[in-house]
């Protein structure tokens, strides 16, 4: 005699469906901390190193950048637009939270000549480049 072990939503569809249509509505509806990354580009030219971030919405007092063992890190957070008094939100679209971005640097970057600026919605984060070392000619003294 063989016994077959058949799965609970395969024996019992309309039990499965109602579990995944709950699933799904918890999904929708339960307010969740939402996870965004600011879209960003980078450039190089001959002085040093450029990245932009895209983070409309977000206050600059919110915004914290930082140059530390060759890499740049970004971070801040988008804060929910206040409802008037008697508003309610019907729905609501666009990640809110918090942020951190990561950028590797090169061993050419200077970190110490950061500079970051804000205007638009735009963060613009400057990196030098170090100055390449000159090779030094030195005198052969000669002594008597």
């Known amino acids: 005699m063989t016994i077959r072990a058949f799965p609970i939503s395969a024996a019992l569809p309309a039990m499965s469906f109602r579990r995944e249509m709950d699933r799904f509505f918890d999904d929708v509806l339960t307010p969740r901390a939402a996870v965004w990354q600011p879209a960003a580009e980078a450039r190089e030219d001959a002085t040093g190193f450029t990245v932009a971030l895209d983070v409309p919405g977000v206050s600059p007092d919110s915004l914290?950048?930082?140059?530390?063992?060759?890499?740049l890190t970004v971070r801040g957070s988008r804060a929910d637009r206040?409802?008037?008094?008697?508003?309610?939100?019907?729905?609501?679209?666009?990640?809110?939270?918090?942020?951190?971005?990561?950028?590797?640097?090169?061993?050419?970057?200077?970190?110490?000549?950061?500079?970051?600026?804000?205007?638009?919605?735009?963060?613009?984060?400057?990196?030098?480049?170090?100055?390449p070392a000159q090779p030094k000619r030195v005198p052969v003294e000669v002594q008597q």
């Open 64 to 71: 914290e950048v930082v140059a530390e063992d060759g890499v």
């Open 82 to 131: 206040e409802l008037a008094e008697g508003e309610k939100a019907l729905f609501r679209e666009g990640a809110r939270g918090g942020f951190s971005r990561q950028f590797r640097l090169p061993k050419s970057a200077d970190l110490q000549a950061v500079s970051a600026q804000y205007a638009h919605g735009v963060l613009t984060v400057r990196v030098a480049k170090l100055t």
